[in-house]
């Protein structure tokens, strides 16, 4: 079965970090750029980051850039994604999802991205 399952949501203090995992299983990694997207209640979908098949080039909104980073480990089929700074106005479900390629830092075009997970809850709360 080909799915992706994300992990490593909860709940953290403003200024804390967490660390979202994205692993594949029934596929490999390897060929996909994946990106990362939330989803507030209320608010639309937003990407937040993306990071190419091999990991050479990473890609964030405005909105966490700088407090955020992307990588992955092709010998887990795991992407990551660590929050850093976190603030209440990232709390949102975290999804990841497959697609062909990064696009920008700003552009995240959903419908190109293909095998969506479940999602992990993030709640910045104090």
């Known amino acids: 079965q080909v799915q992706l399952v994300e992990s490593g949501g909860g709940l953290v203090q403003p200024g804390g970090s967490l660390r979202l995992s994205c692993a594949a299983s029934?596929?490999?990694?390897?060929?996909?750029?994946i990106g990362w997207f939330r989803q507030a209640p209320g608010k639309e979908r937003e990407g937040v980051s993306c990071?190419?098949?091999?990991?050479?080039?990473?890609y964030y909104a405005d909105s966490v850039k700088g407090r955020f980073t992307i990588s992955r480990d092709n010998s887990k089929n795991t992407v990551y994604l660590q929050m850093n700074s976190l603030k209440p106005e990232d709390t949102a479900f975290y999804y990841c999802a497959t697609t062909k390629i990064c696009y920008s830092d700003n552009y995240y075009p959903w419908s190109r991205f293909g095998s969506w997970g479940q999602g992990t809850q993030v709640t910045v709360s104090s």
């Open positions: 029934g596929f490999t990694l390897d060929y996909y750029a």
């Open positions: 990071i190419n098949s091999n990991g050479g080039s990473t």
